[in-house]
Nanobody, 117 residues
Framework: VQLQASGGGLVQPGGSLRLSCAAS????????IGWFRQAPGKEREGVSC????????AYADSVKGRFTMSRDNAKNTVYLQMNSLKPEDTAVYYC???????????WGQGTQVTVSS
């Protein structure tokens, strides 16, 4: 089981980025997948997650209306479209395969997102 996150970078406030998380070793849509982030000096927090059963998606209040999570089953990949980025969105972003209790059992390696002018 592997998860490969990519797409991070440096962007100005108000800008956009799209993160990708490519899965291998398992069929992605059979499992819930989550996006998490960890800013310097802070604990890792959940950003969004997609269920395996009906594809419903939940977002943290801090990103609701700005971030959109999606899944491409043919590519075995999930995405996180991030718009209207703010400096407080600066963090390392991780994707993770989730257990039935919504805890993570496999993590991607993380991709750095820096929002700064």
């Amino acid at each position: 089981v592997q998860l490969q996150a990519s797409g991070g970078g440096l962007v100005q406030p108000g800008g956009s980025l799209r993160l990708s998380c490519a899965a291998s070793g398992f069929t992605l849509d059979y499992y819930a997948i989550g996006w998490f982030r960890q800013a310097p000096g802070k604990e890792r927090e959940g950003v969004s997650c997609i269920s395996s059963s009906d594809g419903s998606i939940a977002y943290a209040d801090s990103v609701k209306g700005r971030f959109t999570m999606s899944r491409d089953n043919a590519k075995n990949t999930v995405y996180l479209q991030m718009n209207s980025l703010k400096p407080e969105d600066t963090a390392v972003y991780y994707c993770a395969k989730l257990r039935s209790d919504w805890t993570a059992d496999y993590w991607g390696q993380g991709t750095q997102v820096t929002v700064s002018s």
